[in-house]
């Protein structure tokens, strides 16, 4: 992010200019990148968001999610276990990602 800051011309004012992505902001935006079907960006930006405490295990389920979804049944698992480890609560939250990520794109698609 900060390499694409660096190329914004000074003559753009700094309240203009794109801030840098917090954890809250790359776990929403990768939620949105999943449901939308965009698959690696929405892997990279929820990787991003594990790397803070409080949005680990979210982040941790949503991946979980994509990585079955994908085929990936051994990483699937292992990010369950560590989002269940880290929030109990998550293990409840898997089953209704997993659906809406399988549903809603077809959804999408039917309905362009």
Known sequence: MKQKRSTIPASVPEPYRMPEVTPAVALYAGKAAAMLGQTEPAKTLLEQA????KARAEAWTWLGALHEIAGDKTGAEDLKNKAKQADPASAEQYSQI???LTEVPKKLQANP
């Open 50 to 53: 594990a790397a803070d405490k």
């Open 98 to 100: 997993f659906k809406a």
